[in-house]
């Protein structure tokens, strides 16, 4: 009997790995090298972070920093397209290496993924109507709020309220900015940045900036135990971020220098 069940699970493993839903792989630097490719996955619904340019290809910050890394590591880019909610499912069932796509560092996250030291910064903001009194988080208790499924801005406001708000989950980000607008929530959560954009379009909604949720450092994201790939990134951010083509690459997408990043 003993003997059985080892055969059925040895056939259940082999089985995952022919669907290409098994255990995610430890992979090296070096074969990464020998292949000649490397998958990364980004977001194009952030602009400037990331976008689908005139040529509808991806561009941005973040990819940027993707390209940035193959020319380093001396291998070709293959950029794969991510929505926020499947980024770390992306990753751990091997569809991509690593991800490049403003995943804000959060010791919940660290027990799925590995993140290196941060190569880029974002504001979270909370925008509602201009003849709402919001100012705090206290104030939004009883509303509804709207948030990018699976985010950082997500995970804090469900932590601190629970049931006492009815938060929305959208799949991306401009369905999120646009459910303010529409009245479905009473307000959202979301990228400065990009908000004050998309509302600055929409100046008749009446939608101003509240209060800053949180100043969240962003980290290049691998699977867990990626040790050799881990402190490979955490060299070239390093690296980079002295030698000054990171703030080259983020003066030019957002026209002010790169903010101070902290390193862990």
């Not at 959202?188 to 998309?198: K, R, S």
């Amino acid at each position: 009997m003993k003997a059985w069940k080892i055969g059925v699970c040895a056939a259940v493993l082999a089985l995952g790995w022919l669907l290409g839903v098994g255990p995610a792989r430890a992979q090296t630097v070096d074969e990464i090298v020998s292949r000649g490719t490397i998958n990364i996955g980004v977001l194009v619904d952030l602009p400037p972070y990331g976008l689908l340019n005139d040529k509808q290809e991806p561009d941005g910050y973040d990819i940027e920093v993707a390209k940035l890394i193959g020319a380093y590591m001396g291998v070709k880019v293959n950029l794969v397209t991510l929505t926020s909610p499947n980024r770390i499912p992306f990753l751990v069932t091997n569809k991509v290496d690593l991800i490049v796509a403003t995943f804000g560092i959060t010791p919940e996250r660290a027990k799925q993924v590995m993140f290196s030291i941060p190569y880029s910064a974002i504001e979270n903001v909370v925008f509602a109507a201009k003849d709402k009194s919001i100012k705090s988080l206290d104030d939004l208790k009883g509303l509804r709020i709207g948030v990018p499924r699976g985010t950082v801005q997500d995970v804090i406001l469900t932590k601190r309220f629970g049931t006492t708000a009815k938060i929305s989950r959208f799949d991306d980000d401009p369905s999120t900015y646009q459910s303010l607008i529409a009245g479905q929530v009473d307000a959202v959560a979301e990228t400065g940045l990009t908000g004050d954009e998309f509302y600055a379009k929409n100046p008749g909604a009446n939608i101003e900036r509240k209060f800053i949720l949180l100043r969240q450092p962003n980290g290049i994201t691998m699977r867990a135990n990626q040790w050799n790939l881990h402190q490979w990134m955490n060299t070239f951010v390093y690296f980079t971020k002295n030698n000054g083509e990171l703030d080259v690459l983020w003066q030019k997408w957002f026209h002010q220098p790169l903010p101070p990043l902290p390193t862990f």
